[in-house]
């Protein structure tokens, strides 16, 4: 069952989603967004903005945001079937590449060519972020969602100690239910 789509995607198109996903996190959780919104949200897409949005946000507040993004996506195209197949291709690179790649992909790591390319991706992946960040901030429904977010984002980028989130966490709700 599809949240907002009228056509479930199929297995293939799920595992395909995860397995890229999981293929180009490298960079952190956050630069595998652009890629699942594509997917799900896209011109053949099976969410609407708005739900994609409500899974980054729960993401965003529980361990491992790429995972719990990516298993949303998956049950929204076919609900546990497709968390399931979603979220086992998120997993199966990083099984899969120290398996069976880990002594071809040492000796790559020596050559300097490769260390100037990884750079240049590493930028490429700046702009995937930057450009969901705008993104999300485009989708705000009102200008005060829009600096709610804006604030709270620096704050936690400020905040020195991973604790002191939780308190952040519960002004961020208070002022998200005033806006409500």
Do not use: K
Not at 138 to 157: E, F, K, R
Request: glycine share 12%.
């Amino acid at each position: 069952t599809t949240v907002a789509g009228d056509v479930a995607p199929d297995v293939a198109t799920l595992l395909g989603t995860g397995l890229r996903a999981g293929l180009l996190t490298f960079g952190g959780a956050y630069t595998v967004l652009p890629f699942l919104q594509d997917a799900a949200v896209g011109p053949n897409g099976w969410m609407n903005h708005a739900e994609f949005v409500s899974g980054l946000a729960v993401g965003s507040v529980l361990p491992a945001p790429m995972v719990i993004v990516g298993t949303w996506v998956g049950w929204a195209g076919d609900g546990l079937g497709g968390a399931l197949v979603v979220t086992v291709g998120l997993f199966a690179p990083a099984f899969v590449f120290p398996l069976c790649l880990h002594a071809p992909l040492e000796r790559l790591v020596q050559h300097r060519r490769l260390h100037a390319l990884l750079e240049a991706v590493t930028a490429a992946v700046v702009g995937l972020v930057a450009a969901v960040a705008v993104q999300l901030v485009a989708a705000m429904p009102t200008v005060a969602h829009g600096l709610l977010a804006a604030a709270a984002a620096l704050a936690l980028a400020r905040i020195p100690h991973r604790l002191a989130v939780l308190p952040l966490l519960a002004i961020a709700a208070l002022a998200g239910l005033a806006l409500a």
